[in-house]
């Protein structure tokens, strides 16, 4: 069935091209720059392709062994667009290549008979700039999505953290402004959209990124422990993502400092599982998680493990107790929503997007701030109370359930129809 006889009253573009310009969706997630975005441009193009659109989505090389074309399903080709030199270029570098990038963008297009993409969709500022240009080269509507926004990291910086730059600040508005439509993850974000930079409110939709339910499931958590070299009576403390201030995987081992202070006998069992990669700031400590462990005295109950492939996190996420997500800006917490779907609770800070991801006291705890002592107080007394981790259990399916990519496709689909339709009538108006 295709979506034209789900919704015949929509318009669906013939081909679309996604930009994703400092990060592959090829890419593993979990460390460098890639994360939650990669997973939400490769699942929602596959979903698209699905769905009858054909999709090319656009990065930068970053080795000089990429095909410079990859078909990774059908209907969807990666390009690797030359720009820079392939190793070693900071994602903060990255501005002083984007007009080579544009080049490489302008001239793929080129090569295609006239009016070949019917609408951009760009993701992250940087890709924001280059569609800016190419939807005027071309004479298509641009569709933009953020995942995160500098005025809203600056506002909270973690410790040791960089703002971001004013160069970035303007570049994202600069975007907005020229975007036909925006995409917002969560009505946080549009919020902030609308209050921050000043985006027309109808100019912005919500659509909300999706999870794997057919990959992320619940299943036994003592076999998915086995598999993983885990004791089947292990109190499991998770953290999935990139390793930077950020992502505050600090708050999560100092938490567990101040659990084993209170209970010492807890050493035992407790086991802090830190899963992913060095990214951003982390860079320029690669070891100071691993310093931090021992520095607090728990080197012997955290076990650091490099980003795994999709369904050996799924079985991280089953061999969970909970995971934990105290992040100091989300724009939507793709973590929190994969382990849920795979059935186990999440406690998260109560910032951004994990206010959506998260149903609090239904499917996790949502905390205010980053106090350890705060993480600590609420993550003992879960493990000592049986029964409200269970009523959490038994909410974490339900609540991701809402949260499928195809829905995410139905999303897109209607903000491109109204991107479309908003591109013909500008049109119309300046041609009057």
């Not at 699942?43 to 009858?52: I, T, V």
């Not at 995987?249 to 209970?263: G, Q």
């Not at 059935?343 to 109560?350: D, E, F, I, L, Y």
């Not at 995410?408 to 339709?421: C, N, Q, S, V």
């Amino acid at each position: 069935m295709t979506v034209r006889q789900l919704r015949p009253m929509r318009t669906v573009p013939r081909r679309v091209a996604l930009l994703s310009i400092h990060t592959s969706p090829l890419d593993q997630p979990g460390t460098g720059d890639a994360g939650g975005m990669n997973v939400y441009v490769l699942e929602s193009a596959r979903q698209l392709a699905r769905m009858g659109v054909e999709v090319e989505i656009f990065t930068r090389a970053t080795s000089s062994g990429l095909e410079p074309t990859i078909e990774v399903a059908p209907g969807i080709l990666v390009r690797h667009v030359t720009a820079g030199p392939f190793e070693g270029l900071r994602k903060e570098d990255l501005p002083g290549q984007l007009c080579a990038v544009t080049s490489g963008v302008l001239r793929a297009e080129a090569s295609r008979p006239e009016g070949w993409f019917d609408l951009i969709h760009s993701h992250y500022w940087l890709s924001g700039q280059v569609g800016w240009l190419a939807s005027e080269r071309w004479g298509v509507p641009l569709v933009h999505s953020m995942h995160t926004m500098a005025k809203v990291k600056n506002s909270d910086l973690a410790d040791g953290d960089s703002p971001e730059p004013l160069g970035r600040v303007i570049g994202e508005q600069q975007v907005v402004d020229a975007a036909t439509r925006l995409i917002a993850n969560t009505d946080d974000e549009a919020a902030q959209l609308i209050g921050l930079y000043d985006a027309d409110p109808a100019h912005v939709d919500v659509v909300h990124p999706g999870v794997d339910l057919g990959l992320f499931t619940p299943g036994d958590p003592g076999a998915a422990r086995h598999r993983l070299g885990i004791r089947a009576d292990a109190h499991v403390l998770l953290f999935v993502g990139r390793i930077q201030p950020l992502k505050a995987p600090d708050v999560l081992l100092r938490a567990a400092a101040d659990m084993l202070r209170a209970d010492p006998a807890l050493r035992d069992r407790l086991l802090v599982v830190i899963a992913g990669g060095p990214s951003g700031s982390g860079l320029e400590r690669p070891s100071a998680l691993v310093d931090l462990a021992a520095a607090l005295g728990i080197a012997d109950c955290v076990r650091f493990e490099p980003p795994s492939d999709r369904r050996t996190l799924a079985d991280w996420y089953r061999a969970a107790d909970l995971t934990v997500v105290p992040s100091y800006s989300e724009s939507f917490g793709l973590v929190a929503i994969e382990s849920q779907a795979c059935g186990t609770p999440v406690v998260a800070a109560a910032v951004g997007g994990l206010r959506t991801a998260v149903a609090d006291q239904r499917s996790g705890v949502l905390i205010d701030g980053h106090d350890p002592a705060r993480y600590a107080t609420v993550m003992a007394e879960l493990m000592q109370h049986p029964q409200a981790m269970a009523r959490l259990r038994a909410g974490t399916r339900a609540h991701a359930a809402r949260f499928g990519w195809e829905a995410t496709a139905e999303g897109l689909l209607d903000t491109y129809a109204r991107a479309m339709r908003d591109h013909e009538l500008q049109i119309a108006r300046v041609a009057q």
